[in-house]
């Protein structure tokens, strides 16, 4: 999906500048603490900031030096072509450059920035400042056959061949229409299968075509695949002027339907039964069986033409096989809109302990092109600016089943929700419930059939073990194991056993949720079973808010633990017997060998 741009205002003296900015291109100004007096939303470092938004996918227009933007990116250039636009504009709005993403929108954008502010901008692609195009990014509702061949291409006409534009739709593509005209390369605009494509000859498709597709229950992918080859073939179409996978919402948890979604690089779309039932006067092969069995006269040519709009007719009217359907329809123009709605997707993330530093690029992003945040209310807070502009339903300490039945069921509206958890959101979180709900019939309180067909994805964070382990030093460096000693959902007992079980093994054991207000004795009885099997100077490290202004970090004698010591937002790692802490400079660092030093010593020895 295209994410909205944030404008960046670092300064009073480009602050005008940036509202007059986000107000034309319809975004939020993200403003530099203390140096700005209006903002959407703030932030402390300008670098990080920006760093953060550029890894979330996120377009950034930063009124500002060219120099700070290029120096908070430059650690995560690798791919142009997915990395985001990032353009830079002056304090006074005079100059607009577009940094990265040229061909990915920055040129786009960069003109629209100039055309509101009457600016110069310093386009230097080279196709976009001799030709005023770039082949590679051809405008919406259209597309490239043969994006391999683009550069060369491109490289023909900067040489001064020119270029001859033909085909059925060459009238259509006027973006093409001011290239010099030469022979040195070959431009078809059209719908067709077109053979003999190279460096010499490249394709642009009008997308003018909508698929339909329906399947049985866990059709075969290949199946599925080699019928919309062959339905291709027989409209004579190539698959670049395609423009969208639809189908009935009973099919959109189907694999080959979204496997035939991801083959093609087209949005999959998914429509109600009573909107593709509407189509039944517009049908070749309406079915009474059909009806009977989804609530529609018909399933491809129905949802094909629910996309293709009101003018549209069937190119082609549905073909089958034995366990699947296609059909295609056409329009007279390309299209550009969706219409029905995407398949939900519940992005179930953890983003650490709440620092920047500490949250993956992957859940930035998955952040950052969510509709909706769903989480307790501190998680979401911690996201800082990353949240600001999205709907967000906050819910209480408690409120942990009711929080993940809603986020699946508003995926399961269409909608691309964030759970958010702190830490690892698979780790004593949220991860769990979210797929016990999903696993449960509707006879057992499970959630409804929307929910179940939506797409989960599940993204790594830093867990509160691994932030400890790493300000301890290495204190897993063997084997280690997580205990939580909330006994809420787990019965006191089993805790117990896995206390007796832990220390016999001579595990590290990082505790979670170690005490509350009313739960104080667990802690104390973890300890007093340790030192039945470990001794009493056995390091424990103490972990408070770890990756926070307040974080405090401090280690005990595990015979001197203390539990007026410990909250819930402390870590607690005990060592095993073979845990040390080494006396360094900048104090103690914790460790646990793995039996390097038998290595070590027989060294020394020989």
């Known amino acids: 999906m295209a994410l909205k741009p944030v404008v ?30 209006q903002a959407d939303a703030f932030f402390a470092n300008a670098l990080d900031h920006v760093r953060d938004l550029f890894a979330a996918g996120v377009p950034v227009v930063g009124v500002c030096a060219s120099g700070i933007l290029i120096r908070a990116v430059a650690p995560l250039l690798a791919d142009k072509t997915a990395e985001p636009p990032v353009v830079s504009v002056s304090d006074d709005g005079a100059v607009v450059v577009p940094l990265l993403g040229g061909h990915r929108g920055a040129n786009r954008l960069a003109a629209q920035i100039s055309d509101a ?50 085909g059925p739709d060459a009238v259509a593509a006027d973006w093409l229409q001011g290239l010099p005209r030469g022979d040195g390369l070959r431009i078809t605009c059209s719908a067709a299968l077109v053979p003999d494509l190279g460096p010499d000859h490249i394709q642009f498709a009008p997308q003018r075509y909508a698929l339909g597709v329906g399947c049985v229950r866990d059709c075969a992918v290949d199946e599925l695949d080699a019928l919309v080859d062959d339905a291709l073939a027989e409209a004579g179409l190539c698959a670049a002027a395609l423009h969208s996978v639809n189908t009935l919402t009973l099919k959109a948890d189907e694999p080959a339907v979204i496997a035939l979604s991801a083959k093609l690089g087209l949005p999959m779309r998914v429509f109600e039964a009573p909107v593709l039932d509407a189509q039944t006067p517009r049908l070749a092969h309406p079915s009474d069986v059909v009806f009977a069995e989804v ?24 073909c089958k096989t034995a366990n ?7 329009a007279d123009a390309p299209l550009t809109d969706l219409a029905g709605r995407a398949r939900g997707r519940l992005s179930v993330v953890g983003i650490g302990p709440g620092q920047a530093a500490w949250r993956t690029p992957e859940v930035s992003r ?13 998680y979401i807070d911690l996201l800082g600016p990353l949240a600001m502009g999205k709907t967000r339903s906050d819910f209480p300490l408690g409120g942990e089943e009711d929080r993940c039945r809603y986020a699946l069921e508003q995926a399961g509206k269409g909608k691309n929700v964030a759970l958010v958890c702190s830490g690892d959101a698979g780790i004593y979180a949220m991860g769990a419930l979210v797929f016990e709900l999903l696993d449960r019939g ?48 787990t019965p006191r007992e089993d805790i117990l056993k896995r206390l007796r079980a832990a220390a016999e093994g001579d595990f590290v054991i990082a505790f979670y949720n170690p005490v509350s207000m009313r739960r104080r004795t667990l802690l104390a009885e973890a300890r007093d079973i340790l030192l039945k099997h470990r001794p009493g100077e056995t ?4 972990a408070s808010s770890l990756g926070r202004p307040e974080e405090h970090v401090r280690y005990r004698r595990l015979d001197a633990l203390q539990v007026d010591e410990v909250d819930m937002l402390t870590v607690v790692l005990v060592g095993s017997s073979h845990s040390q802490l080494a006396q360094l400079g900048e104090g103690p660092r914790m460790y646990t060998p ?9 060294d020394l020895a020989g």
């Open 324 to 330: 699947a359907t296609c059909a295609i329809a056409g």
């Open 539 to 542: 390091p424990v490290m103490l």
């Open 594 to 602: 793995r039996g390097y030093a038998r290595k070590i010593d027989g």
């Open 366 to 378: 998955l952040v950052a092109e969510a509709d909706e945040l769903v989480g307790y209310g501190l």
């Open 442 to 489: 509707p006879d057992q309180m499970g959630v409804s059939d929307a929910a179940r067909r939506v797409d989960v994805i599940c993204s790594p964070g830093v867990s509160a073990l691994q932030g400890a382990a790493a300000r301890a030093g290495a204190p897993l460096g063997h084997d280690f194991c997580a205990i939580s000693l909330s006994d809420l959902l």
């Open 295 to 318: 609530g529609t006269h018909g399933v491809s040519e129905a949802a094909a033409l629910a996309q293709a709009g009101e003018g549209a007719t069937l190119r082609l009217p549905k």
């Open 8 to 37: 960046l205002a670092l300064s009073r003296s480009g602050e005008p500048v940036a509202h007059r900015l986000a107000a034309v291109l319809g975004c939020l100004v993200h403003g530099r603490e203390g140096r700005v007096d």
């Open 117 to 166: 502010l009457g600016a110069v901008a310093a386009v230097t692609t080279a196709g976009d400042v001799a030709l005023g195009v770039a082949l590679d990014a051809p405008p919406d509702g259209w597309r490239l056959v043969n994006p391999g061949d683009a550069k060369e291409a491109m490289a023909i006409l900067l040489s001064g061949a020119g270029a001859t534009v033909c």
